[in-house]
């Protein structure tokens, strides 16, 4: 077995190669390292990798098909995990063609590379950004997800879609994820807990949408990376009970699965703020601010299909989950006791 991890100095990437390391697993990762957010983060990211004799590092960009066909056949990869992705729902209000290149030129060339490569099992990132407009809750995998509300959305339907066509046409082995709202030690700057934690230690305000009525299904990264690890080796089938009358959109006659995963313990945004605060001993200076176009009140996961398939319950609390991201984040940046530094310029590349 080769893994090739997409992304693979990006938060989720990163951790799960160094899971796969520790499993014994050859990873082959890739990145393109783009500026979206600090690309020193991903170089430290990515340089943890590198050491180990299991691990083949290479900086390509998936956009460039030759390349990756090429290395996939090279390093006879077996299996794919694709995280690279253009990621955010605000940026992608007003920087639309980076969603466009990346997440669905970029899936496309992940997708024939797999099929020309004989890849065995694809699994790749979806987002809970898909229920958009759906208001019932918990989100299902049966539920329909034809309303969304940012081009990130649209795009991670998008790849779904294409996904199970390969999976149709050609026999391809797919499994989609819709994450919910990721956190933990090495995450994206440009995540909201990521830039309430710098702004509350360095005495800035930070902005609260929705009078921070928000609910999110926070999903510490160790738990994610665990659902991830488990369906790896758990390549999905043509499910014979699939009725074209009735059709379950999780699932297909050809061999496609769509999973959620995530908490399924939705937390209200001020609860999580208020950990933060609890975690570095500062109290937030807060700027309520209306709902932001294409964000959504609340996510919150049924996972009931992921349990089922292999076992998947989050285990960790978001009180143990925010004490371990502020731990690393202080011993990275070097904050703490040291508040001189500027953290909200360091954390951004400047």
């Known amino acids: 077995m080769t893994i090739l991890v997409t992304g693979a100095a990006g938060f989720i990437g990163y951790h799960l190669s160094e899971r796969l390391l520790k499993e014994g697993k050859r990873v082959v990762g890739i ?25 083949k590092g290479e900086e390509l960009d998936i956009a460039d098909y030759d390349g990756l066909l090429a290395l996939i056949r090279s390093e006879g990869v077996t299996e794919i995990v694709h995280l690279a992705a253009q ?17 669905l030129k970029g899936f496309g060339h992940v997708l024939e590379a797999s099929r020309q490569a004989g890849i065995r099992h694809l699994i790749y990132a979806s987002s809970s950004s898909v229920y958009g407009a759906n208001e019932r809750m918990p989100f299902s995998e049966a539920d329909a997800v034809d309303h969304p509300v940012s081009l990130y959305a649209a795009t991670k339907k998008a790849n779904e879609l294409m996904a ?69 080796g758990h ?8 009725d074209r009358g009735n059709p379950d959109p999780a699932s297909s006659y050809a061999p496609y699965r769509v999973f959620n995963i995530g908490n399924n313990k939705p937390v209200e945004l001020m609860h999580f703020i208020r950990t933060i605060e609890k975690e570095l001993g500062v109290q937030a200076n807060i700027q309520y601010k209306p709902m932001q176009p294409g964000d959504v009140p609340a996510t ?8 089922e398939a292999v076992g998947f319950r989050p285990s960790t609390t978001i009180e143990e989950g925010i004490a371990r991201f502020v731990r ?3 011993e990275y940046y070097g904050t703490g ?11 951004a590349g400047k």
């Open 87 to 103: 990621a955010g729902v605000r940026y992608s209000l007003t920087n639309p063609f980076a969603y466009l290149e990346t997440n």
């Open 337 to 347: 006791d040291n508040k001189g530094t500027d953290l909200v310029a360091k954390a």
């Open 164 to 232: 199970h066509t390969y999976s149709h046409l050609y026999g391809l082995p797919t499994t989609g994820l819709r994450f919910f709202t990721v956190y933990g030690p090495w995450g994206r700057p440009d995540m909201a807990y990521f830039g309430f934690t710098q702004k509350i230690e360095s005495g800035k305000p930070i902005d609260v949408f929705n009078e921070g009525r928000m609910l999110r299904d926070f999903t510490y990264i160790d738990d994610i990376v665990e659902g991830i690890y488990r369906l790896i």
């Open 31 to 55: 990145d393109n390292f783009n500026d979206y957010y600090d690309v020193g983060l991903k170089r430290d990211r990515f340089a943890k990798l590198l050491p180990s004799p299991l691990f």
């Open 235 to 242: 390549v999905p089938q043509a499910n014979p009970a699939w």
């Open 300 to 307: 919150y996961a049924n996972i009931d299909g992921l349990a």
């Open 328 to 330: 690393w984040y202080r």
